[in-house]
């Protein structure tokens, strides 16, 4: 009897726990909603600065020591850093799904249609729909192992409320991170000077710089996802420089050292590509000169180098990753037989191996691949490759985890991204262009379109991509859209009373943005980005 009441109690407690987390959970929307009326134009830069922030202030709060091969086992799943990132998570989904709420009653009561006049950014929301649905909604439901987490609606929530606020200038984004990477990149030093266990690792087998025998991690996740954090705050910092020149400078020095000691190879190929030839261009973009067709600028000519200097380096990182000469291609036959019999992979090291296991994987389900928790800690343990955190290569991450319906909604985004980054390059100066082929060179050998969590370096990396694509995609689009308008009689050049009658009817007309011809939300945008 005693243990039925207290079995009841406890069936209450819990009910009257979850009732009160509804609760809370309908009212903070209510609070949420009530906010977004007034101060909308910080909560985009808000979920930039927490998917930023939030993991590094983790990592400070975990107290890891890189000395300890098994430091991640030493992490509380119920200690303070844990509770931080899952609050943090929380905050910035519910913060995303406020936008995406309040943007659609202002369209509804607006009495206009949500989308933005021209449409110009709709392939591109249709190109990351076809890749989240085809490398996790459809591999969750028919992968050889099915399964779903919550989690796995994140990623989605986020990106659609970046989409949902496209009206809105790119800069305040940009900015966001711009501030958020410099705050992290110069927390990772400071860390370093007072607890070098906590951002370095010594004695690494993967150093590659001569005298250097350590990696540097800072306070990211590991070398390879805060390395191309440190370029992006580069290129952020030569897009749009800090007011004060004391701040683009520790900027631009604390990335390079970043990038420096991070010792990622393939993000060294990806700045080679496009740091200097995006530089060269930026300076004498402000510098008001302009080239001419056929002429050998300074720009192309460092692109040049660039490309010649990427190629030559991922050239030499294949022949060093195949180890020609010592044999391992021709093991491969007698690897795979091995792996297929036994799965005893253990000694195997390298890439190769790893995408060997994606491609056996694949062919059990050529369709819709393994499903999401391809290379999660029961998949490593069975294959005994501990180290295996993904398949170090998007098309093959792809392919393992989604099978075919994964790599096609993979080329429609990828191609969205493209067409709209060409489409966009003269409108972001460049910066559009940068960003996307910075994530091309790292689907080599990484997989920067990870959607596994929104705390993540690469995560934070591709929504500013899409921000920034989606952005001046749209700021192109109305300016191309200008003359045409000119044209019907709309706008008469020279007419001063005709421009203001514009600009007032624009105000009461649009309330939410859909104008083509009217300006953003976001309000008045920055003189330098309003440059042609």
Not at 30 to 43: D, K, N, P, S
């Amino acid at each position: 009897m005693g243990a039925d009441l207290q079995g009841l109690g406890s069936f209450a407690g819990g009910m009257a726990l979850a009732l009160a987390g509804a609760v809370l959970l309908v009212a903070g929307f209510g609070i949420g909603l009530a906010l977004e009326g007034r101060h909308r134009r910080w909560f985009l830069p808000g979920i930039a600065a927490l998917v930023a922030l939030a993991p590094p202030a983790g990592v400070l709060l975990s107290g890891r020591d890189l000395g300890d091969i098994d430091f991640m086992a030493g992490i509380d799943a119920g200690g303070l850093s844990a509770w931080l990132l899952r609050l943090s998570t929380a905050s910035i989904v519910g913060l995303a799904l406020v936008s995406i709420v309040g943007r659609l009653f202002r369209g509804q009561a607006a009495g206009t249609v949500v989308a933005d006049a021209t449409h110009a950014g709709l392939p591109l929301m249709l190109g990351f729909l076809a890749y989240y649905a085809g490398n996790v909604l459809l591999p969750a439901a028919f992968g050889t192992v099915p399964s779903f987490a919550i989690q796995m609606l994140y990623p989605l929530a986020v990106a659609g409320a970046v989409y949902m606020s496209r009206h809105r200038e790119p800069s305040e984004w940009l900015d966001a991170v711009k501030w958020s990477l410099l705050a992290f990149m110069l927390a990772s030093l400071l860390a370093s000077a007072v607890d070098p266990g906590l951002t370095t690792q010594y004695d690494s087998r993967e150093a590659r710089l001569p005298g250097i025998a350590y990696r540097y991690w800072g306070l990211g996740s590991n070398p390879n996802s805060i390395a191309p954090l440190a370029l992006l705050l580069m290129l952020l910092t030569v897009h749009r420089p800090f007011g004060a020149k004391l701040l683009t400078v520790a900027a631009l020095a604390a990335g390079a050292l970043v990038l420096l000691l991070a010792q990622s190879q393939t993000t060294w190929g990806a700045a080679a590509l496009v740091l200097a030839p995006f530089t060269v261009y930026r300076l004498r973009h402000r510098r008001g000169v302009h080239r001419t067709p056929g002429d050998w600028t300074p720009a192309r000519l460092l692109t040049l180098a660039g490309v010649l200097l990427a190629v030559a380096l991922a050239v030499a990182l294949l022949v060093l990753e195949l180890k020609v000469g010592s044999g391992v291609r021709s093991d491969f036959a007698g690897a795979l037989e091995a792996s297929r019999k036994s799965r005893e992979i253990s000694e195997l090291s390298g890439r190769t191996q790893i995408w060997m296991v994606a491609l056996e994987v694949w062919r059990n389900n050529p369709l819709f691949g393994y499903g999401p928790t391809l290379w999660s800690e029961a998949f490593r343990a069975t294959w005994r490759m501990p180290a295996a955190f993904h398949a170090h290569n998007q098309f093959m991450q792809s392919l393992g985890a989604a099978g075919i319906v994964g790599v096609l909604g993979l080329l429609a985004y990828l191609g969205a991204l493209v067409v709209g980054a060409l489409r966009a390059a003269r409108a972001s100066r460049g910066l559009a262009p940068a960003l996307v082929t910075v994530m091309l060179v790292r689907m080599i050998t990484e997989v920067p379109l990870e959607l596994s969590t929104v705390l993540l370096g690469d995560f934070l990396f591709q929504l500013t991509a899409f921000a920034t694509v989606l952005g001046y995609l749209l700021r192109a689009e109305r300016r191309r859209l200008a003359p045409a308008t000119s044209a019907t009689g709309a706008r008469t050049p020279g007419s001063g009373s005709g421009r203001r009658r514009r600009r007032r009817s624009g105000a009461r007309s649009s309330p939410s943005g859909s104008s083509s011809s009217s300006r953003p939300e976001g309000g008045n945008a920055d003189p330098g980005e309003m440059a042609t």
